[in-house]
């Protein structure tokens, strides 16, 4: 049974990833051929980079062994923070937006401190704090001379430029935006002290201290990293600025971080895995309504599904049971061929 188990050859997960990336090329492709047109592709990335930009640092809550589902909330926040800012109380954009990631990372850092320092569960105080953040900003929407509905708009072409720009005329800026922390991202988790120590702490919080590591501190921190960036890049994509601009991007982003290998329970992720996992879900939503004329409205089911087979999946194969049941089943199952065998002879 052991030798059984040890035999088993490692399953590499990013390589499933790029396996499931070039399916969906290969499958999408085939059947229309204007996914592959790479103008078309660069447009659509558009729409899904913030989902990508938010995965990538919600990866590193989620291997500490929590989660974060008030992230969409703080967006809409960041959102609206920056569009009264700057039309109702005369900021100048840039100001706007400093404002606006500063409020994003109190929301953050008050959430995690809950977490680490209070020792309530994560996904209590961000179900709480993604009620708490959306009426806030509901609260700062009637602020505004504009009307909540219709959203602020008419913002500066410097703000604009962010993601209106394309390197060589073709590469959206935001996408480079997105490589950028990506990188920095990978650095910060895989290759340095904070990285090692965030993944201690999903692994064990107690052998963490005991190694004089402050583990409260390092959860708080991860909070403060995710949903920072992405309202200002959405916000500046969009050219308007709402109070619900995150809605429904919640599922996507956890599906994300999970697809992409980050265990539920904590102690294992990769930024690099969250990133392609990311893009496979963003490029599902994007080919299923141009290549089989699904309804958008109905993409959050294989989104949900992906997300529920993934989970279901990874439980069973780390179980040890299962793995003892499987190789227990393969044994009777060559027994039994062996004795068929010798009985026909």
């Not at 949903?227 to 969009?238: D, K, R």
């Not at 199952?333 to 062996?338: D, P």
Request: overall charge positive.
């Amino acid at each position: 049974m052991k030798n059984l188990t040890k035999k088993r050859p490692a399953f590499n997960w990013t390589a499933f990833l790029v396996l499931l990336l070039i399916l969906e090329f290969v499958i999408f492709g085939g059947t229309n051929a204007k996914f592959l047109k790479p103008a078309l592709l660069m447009t659509s990335a558009n729409d899904f980079l913030p989902i990508c930009i938010i995965s990538i640092f919600v990866t590193f809550v989620m291997i500490t062994g929590g989660i974060d589902i008030q992230v969409a909330s703080i967006i809409g926040l960041t959102s609206i923070i920056i569009g009264v800012a700057w039309q109702d109380f005369g900021l100048n954009i840039w100001a706007a937006v400093l404002v606006a990631i500063l409020v994003a990372a109190a929301g953050g850092a008050l959430s995690g401190f809950f977490v680490a320092y209070c020792g309530v569960q994560a996904m209590v105080v961000t179900l709480g704090g993604s009620f708490l953040y959306s009426g806030l900003a509901l609260l700062v929407s009637t602020l505004s001379s504009t009307e909540s509905y219709q959203g602020i708009s008419g913002f500066p072409a410097s703000f604009r430029w962010i993601t209106k720009y394309k390197v060589f005329g073709v590469v959206p800026f935001q996408i480079c935006i997105f490589l950028v922390l990506l990188v920095i991202a990978y650095l910060l988790l895989h290759k340095t002290k904070y990285g090692r120590k965030v993944f201690l702490v999903g692994v064990n919080q107690s052998a963490a201290e005991y190694s004089g590591i402050n583990s409260r501190r390092i959860i708080m921190s991860t909070y403060i990293l995710s949903a920072v960036i992405a309202g200002v890049i959405l916000t500046s994509y969009l050219g308007t600025a709402k109070s619900d601009l995150g809605s429904g991007l919640t599922m996507n982003i956890i599906t994300a971080v999970v697809l992409g290998g980050t265990l539920s329970t904590g102690g294992k992720g990769s930024a690099i895995g969250t990133a392609l996992a990311a893009v496979i879900i963003g490029l599902l939503r994007f080919g299923m309504p141009l290549c089989f004329k699904v309804n958008t409205q109905y993409l959050d089911i294989p989104i949900g599904v992906l997300l529920v087979v993934v989970v279901v999946g990874r439980s069973l194969a780390g179980n040890p049971n299962v793995i003892a049941k499987f190789a227990k089943m393969k044994e009777r199952f060559k027994g039994g061929s062996a004795k068929s065998g010798s009985a026909e002879a």
